[in-house]
């Protein structure tokens, strides 16, 4: 059975750590802390639970925190979290059975990190992220802000899922070390245009986003995933900008890049129906429901664009186009995905109302 050091960063992370720490019981052999400046009870928790707590004065870098935990590694194997990040019960498992199955020659384990849920507590948004890595590796973490683990070798990819559920305000932290990036004279890789640009967007910054995001585009030098995230959130910047057919360019821009992905075809789709247009409406949501799952990838996947989203749309469609028949069939698909999602059920006692002894219902309807 492999050993394990968990190596992580903190700050003020009092309320989740517990959670955090309590999930690799078992699992971690050692557990590092580097605390960046808390203020609150982190120490405190975090050696409640066994771990060796280093300081480290923050220099807006998180990369270099990490690397720092990373050198007070003493196990054969490093897995970092963060303090909002935690394994299930089955997961734990996993992870368990892992430990003791992990072919010899494996340098990296990724892991697939679930990043959000919906009303019934299935996985809407995740990626797969380097988690476990062999320490003899030296890998290293690159990048001051949205830092990724340089990785190589032999790979292996795990059934472990790690869970995040952020408990803490979003920020202008990483904005802020970007501006003084920039500020600086800084030239900025692609990968760091792109998140910057993601930056800006999030911080409602429409006009400086599309300016990061074109740059990107316009270098050449992104990573495929990045590049049809940027053309789809390039698209939702030019439609806050006020320019819909700028908007449109950038969702074609992503066919330069892969194969449609059922996001690119529902943001089509929506496009059109935005305009009235239900018929290449009606296309690009079916042809969202028809494409299969790429192969598994680092990128980011987003759930509802393949399942209720597109159906839930469809109903809408053909119900305009004069078919609710065919409409009542695709919101019934819809809540098969999400049974409880209010506009579905409104869309049921619609559909009731307008079929009469035409409805059709694909689950079970409650007796009177």
């Known amino acids: 059975m492999i050993e394990i050091s968990l190596c992580m960063i ?27 400046g808390s203020t609150d009870r982190t120490k405190e928790i ?29 196990k054969e194997y490093i897995f970092w979290f963060d303090a909002d990040d935690f394994l299930k019960e089955e997961d734990q498992a996993r992870f368990q059975e892992l430990k003791r199955t992990l072919p010899p020659e494996v340098d990296s384990v990724s892991m697939q990190y679930n990043l959000a849920f919906d009303s ?32 190589y070798g032999n790979l292996y990819s795990s059934d472990v899922s790690v869970t995040h559920e952020k408990d803490k305000a979003y920020t202008d932290r990483n904005l802020r070390i970007y501006r003084k990036r920039e500020e600086a004279g800084e030239s900025f890789s692609p990968r760091d245009q792109f998140y910057y640009a993601n930056e800006l967007r999030d911080h409602s910054l429409a006009a ?16 495929i995933e990045d ?34 992905r059922p996001e690119l075809c529902c943001r089509l789709a929506a496009w059109h129906l935005d ?10 949501y079916e042809t969202a429901l028809l494409l299969p799952r790429p192969a598994e990838s680092m990128g980011m996947w987003n759930g509802a664009y393949d399942t209720w989203l597109p159906n839930l749309q469809l109903a809408l469609c053909y119900d305009r186009i004069g078919d609710p028949e065919k409409g009542n069939l695709y919101n019934e698909t819809a809540l098969c995905y999400q049974p409880n999602h209010p506009s579905m059920l409104y869309n049921r006692e619609y559909f009731k109302q307008v079929l009469g002894d035409k409805y059709v219902s694909l689950q079970p309807q409650p007796e009177a």
């Open 10 to 36: 903190v700050r003020n992370e009092e309320n989740s750590l517990p959670r955090c720490l309590s999930s690799m019981k078992g699992i971690a052999d050692e557990i590092i802390i580097v605390d960046t």
């Open 46 to 74: 975090a050696a409640s639970f066994g771990a060796v707590i280093h300081d480290f004065a923050w220099v807006d870098d998180f990369s270099a925190a990490r690397n720092f935990a990373f050198s007070k590694a003493t």
């Open 120 to 151: 019934e507590g299935q996985v809407i948004t995740s990626l797969r992220r380097n988690r476990l890595v062999r320490r003899s590796c030296n890998f290293r973490w690159i990048g001051p802000v949205h830092e990724y683990l340089e990785v």
């Open 208 to 223: 400086e986003a599309s300016a990061y995001y074109e740059r990107f585009l316009d270098g050449g030098q992104g990573w």
């Open 227 to 260: 590049n049809l995230q940027a053309c789809l959130r390039l698209a939702e910047c030019r439609q806050q900008l006020g320019d819909p057919d700028g908007a449109f360019a950038a969702l074609c821009r992503a066919l330069r890049y892969d194969k449609p």
């Open 275 to 284: 305009r009235g247009q239900y018929t290449p409406a009606i296309y690009w």
